[in-house]
């Protein structure tokens, strides 16, 4: 079983004018571990694609089958354990509240869920994943007072929290410089080494160089898959 199938994907966009096809008939499979770079155009339906893999949006046609479970059929709440327990998120805008420390920002994924016990065993991951991202010593800083660089890995702690198999992310080195970026690509490579499958939507050819391979989206439609891996 891949963590991602998939099949003849749409979506459209209604506006009162006209409809966009954001994407057309995309099928794609991702297994587990890979590291997969999204390129292509501005407008050509990347992050249309990362929302949909995220189930934070929903495909006008088409099937998307995640862990094996068909997204399509599940309820909002089931969607948002989904969002909450398998896959986590890396924006290139951090997407961090800037007035919390670094911790509160890393723990809320936990507000979210209910059972006690393993809220308390995620919490106790906290020490280790900062020190692990280099961020153990900001861990009570205000998130405004820190680099972009910083706020990066703040926001990958905050995605690997609760540990779920799949981290997907939007330009994560969009807003660094060249070796923050550099940096941040060779930290999410380390993770994806200790077995995430990741997805990355990029620009930039040098952090498409890290990943195993390379979907490529034109005017909606996939027009590369790449190698899948042996
Ligand atoms: N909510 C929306 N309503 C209407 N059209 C939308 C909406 N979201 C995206 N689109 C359109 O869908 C198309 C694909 O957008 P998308 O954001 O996926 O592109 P992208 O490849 O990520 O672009 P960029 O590289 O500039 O971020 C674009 O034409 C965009 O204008």
Known sequence: MNPIEIRNLNKVFKTKQHALHALNDVSLSIQKGEMVAIMGTSG???TTLLHILGCIDHPSGGSYRLNDIPVEQQSPKALA??????LG???????LVDHYSVQKNVLLPLNYMKEPQLRKERAARLPALLEKLHIGQKRHEKVMNL????????????ALINDPGIILADEPTGALDQKTSQEIIELLKSINQEGKTIIIVTHDPNIAAYCDRIVRIEDGRMIEAGELIP
Do not use: E, H, L, P
């Open 44 to 46: 050509s339906g990347k």
């Open 81 to 86: 354990r989904i969002r909450n327990r398998d």
């Open 89 to 95: 998120f890396v924006m290139q805008d951090f997407a």
């Open 147 to 158: 680099s972009g660089g910083q706020k990066q890995r703040v926001a990958i702690a905050r």
